[in-house]
Each structure stands twice: as C-alpha cells, then as structure tokens.
C-alpha cells in the first residue's frame, strides 16, 4: 500500500473516531437532562424516589463489561432462554443440562449453558452437574426487570428506570419499571410467574397503584406464551367491575388489540412475550399514539388521582 494510501485511511479513521467521541459526548450531555425529567415526572406527582436500579439481585455482576451485558441481553431476549434460566433458579442454582431444557432441545440447552460458562456465570461442580454462580438471587423477576428497561432504551430510545421505590404513596410505592416517552409517563408491571401464579390481588394492587402514580400508559407484563384470556383477562374485567360499583363509574369494555395484547381503557395494555416482548411492546405503544385525544386519561377519563 502506497504512502499516499495509508495517510488516506489514516485520515478517515482519524475522522471516524472523532465523530464517535462526538456521539459519546451528545449521550453524556443528554443522558442527565432525561433522567432528570424523569424523576421530575415523579416528583410532579408527590413521590420522592430513594431507590432505581438495584444491582443486587440481577443474575450478572457489576463487574460485566458492558460487551458481556449486550451478550446477555441478547440471549435474554428469547424466551427458552429464560425459560432455561427459571428451571435452574427453580433448582437452587445446582443443574444438570437435561433438568432444565423441559422447553427446549439438548442442543439448545448446551448452547445456553456454553454461553453461560463464557460469561462465567456457570461453572461445573462435579460430573455433569453445574452451578449457576454466584448465586444473588432465587427468582427471575429482578433480571427481567432489568431487561424490561434495557428494552424501553434499545429499542425505543427511553429514558427508564426499574426496581423504584418511592416515598409519598398511598398504594405501595413499588413501581418495576417507569419511562419516559415523547413527554408521557409509562409504567410497566412486570409478572416473571406463570399466569396460574398470578391472583386478583396482584390485579388490583397494580391499578391501585396507578392512581399514585397517573401515568399516561401503563403495562401489565406476563411473561409467558400462554393465553392470557383464560385468567389474566378475566380478573382485570372481574377488578374493573369492582371499581365501577364502587365509583359509580362508565363502563369501558377490554379490547383485544392482536394476539396476547389487551387493552383496558382508559391507559391500559395486558400482555405476554408470545412472538417478541418489543414487538408486543411496540403494539401497545402504537396503539396509545392512535388513540383519540378524547379517550386518553389526560383528558378526564378514569384512571388518575381521585379527586
């Protein structure tokens, strides 16, 4: 390769990296300001947050490099994997590859544990046993709620928190993962339990949190491929009804928006991960965007503060 060349491909690389560092730069300014627009959203609202994104029950370290969490989120992004990962919580951490692929194939299941092993959040104990370590925690949730915010700023360009706790409730001030959007408030509900696991009081525990918070939409997340009208549907309808006798309050029917996704007027979605979280996250929130500014709680529809 001739002088002139290389000073050439010198001199666009010299570029290249430039505008990386302007890119990173523009993050760092922005990052602050729509986080501080979150938190402001709460404080409008009369929360006061003291705790966001506890890393203490996640099934990763703080020590993974940001590569390790894009290669974690990959892999947790499809459901036999976690799937994968809810079997071996189930057994305490200490697995054998043919107990947990219950949802998958041999081979898949060897996949996952090689990619665990290559993180080093898997290592063998003894035989073909291994051991899912460390061990933070027993169950998924905390993990997938993570995966709930890290999504919300993949794929959709939010500011998001998970695992907030707030002060200044009247409901619990438990919220597993708030956003911003476009200048609205969204509230995600996250349910790592199978529907059987899930009963009326989870129900109404959520709605009656909303009435804290007054988002502009909120989601009530299962994850699961099971059909969500045999039991989850029916209970937000069987709560629903309560409220309307209690309040006295307009009937508003729940409308099946594509397949496993519901909505509950007047802001809020029911759904599962069949086919893709995003992609069902993605409805929901085209669906809220379509919607007539008459039919959206900001403009007097129930769902906010009570009066």
Sequence with gaps: MSEKKIFRLL?????????????????????????????????????????????????????????????????????????????????????????????????????????????????????????????????????????????????????ALYGLRCKGTRYGGDYDVIASMEGRLVYIEVKSSPPKNIEGDEVHEFLSRLRDLIPHLALFFVDTELRLKDKIVPLFEAEQLAQRVQDNGPAFPIQKIADEIFFAPPQTYILSSRRSIARNMAACFKHHFALPLSYRPENGLPGGRPG
Excluded at 20 to 35: F, M, V, W, Y
Excluded at 111 to 137: F, N
Aim: charged letters at 30%; glycine letters at 6%; proline letters at 6%.
């Design 11 to 159: 001199s666009h690389l010299q570029e290249e990296i430039q505008a990386l560092r302007e890119d990173i730069q523009s993050l760092k300014e922005a990052r602050p300001a729509g986080l501080s627009e979150l938190r402001g959203m709460l404080r409008r609202r009369g929360l006061d947050p003291y705790r966001e994104n506890p890393i203490r029950h996640l099934l990763f370290p703080p020590t993974f490099s940001q590569e390790e969490k894009e290669q974690f989120y990959g892999l947790f992004k499809r459901y036999s994997f976690r799937l994968f990962l809810r079997e071996i919580l189930n057994r305490k951490g200490i697995f054998r590859v043919s107990e947990v692929v219950r949802f998958s194939s041999q081979e898949t299941g060897r996949k996952y544990l090689h990619s665990l092993i290559d993180l080093g959040l898997v290592e063998p104990a003894e035989g073909r046993i291994y051991r899912l370590h460390p061990l933070p925690t027993t169950s998924l949730g905390p993990t997938l709620e993570w995966f709930m915010a890290e999504t919300l700023r993949k794929e959709f360009s939010c500011f």
